[in-house]
């Protein structure tokens, strides 16, 4: 005669799982499994995502029934807490942006007007950045081609971190105006 679900002791049935008895993950499986999916659909996942954590987690429940402790935690809120992270892995990868795709295989030549133009707009910056006093040129330097941050350019030279916010900003208007007039 089978146990009522009521009366069933699913730590020992962890652990008779752990040690391979199949009859034992069937009845781990039939209580556990409609329980898991419902509370996926609670959770906000679609029909076939519940369906799909619920089978994931019962598989992981197979392979890792060996390392359920009983004096950690009850069997129910064991196998819950792994739905539990499987949803939350599955929500953050969702959430993370597709990687863009890369090309392969060597670059294709740059159009030889494109370069022209890039490297006269180079040549323009390069003046432009030369005809501004020493001390912006250097900030500009430190901030732009050194990607240091104000407040460490302040700390560097010692400068109050307002006055080389003011600099940087008298530096890039000038060099705006430098750059429109050629």
């Known amino acids: 005669m089978s146990p009522e679900p009521g009366d069933t002791d699913?730590?020992?049935?962890?652990?008779r799982v752990a040690e391979g008895d199949r009859a034992a993950f069937a009845l781990l499986?039939?209580?556990?499994?409609?329980?898991?999916?419902?509370?996926?659909?609670?959770s906000g996942a679609g029909e076939?995502?519940?369906?799909?954590?619920?089978?994931?987690?019962m598989a992981s429940v197979w392979h890792?029934?060996?390392?359920?402790?009983?004096?950690?935690?009850?069997?129910?809120?064991?196998?819950?807490?792994?739905?539990?992270?499987?949803?939350i892995d599955d929500q953050r990868r969702a959430a993370r942006p597709e990687p863009e795709v890369l090309d392969w295989g060597p670059e294709p030549e740059p159009d030889p007007t494109e370069a022209l133009s890039v490297q006269a707009e180079t040549?323009?910056?390069?003046r432009a950045l030369h005809g501004l006093p020493q001390a912006q040129r250097e900030l500009i330097?430190?901030?732009y081609f050194g990607e240091q941050s104000h407040r460490e350019?302040?700390?560097l030279t010692g400068l109050p971190l307002g006055t080389i916010k003011s600099r940087i900003r008298l530096a890039l208007d000038r060099l705006r105006h430098g750059m429109d007039r050629s």
């Open 48 to 57: 076939t995502l519940a369906e799909d954590i619920a089978q994931d987690v």
């Open 64 to 87: 890792k029934a060996p390392q359920f402790d009983a004096a950690r935690a009850g069997a129910s809120t064991w196998i819950f807490t792994i739905a539990r992270n499987r949803r």
């Open 29 to 42: 499986y039939a209580h556990f499994a409609p329980r898991l999916k419902s509370f996926m659909l609670r």
């Open 141 to 143: 330097e430190r901030a």
């Open 123 to 126: 040549d323009l910056l390069h």
């Open 10 to 15: 699913w730590s020992a049935q962890l652990r």
């Open 153 to 155: 350019i302040a700390v």
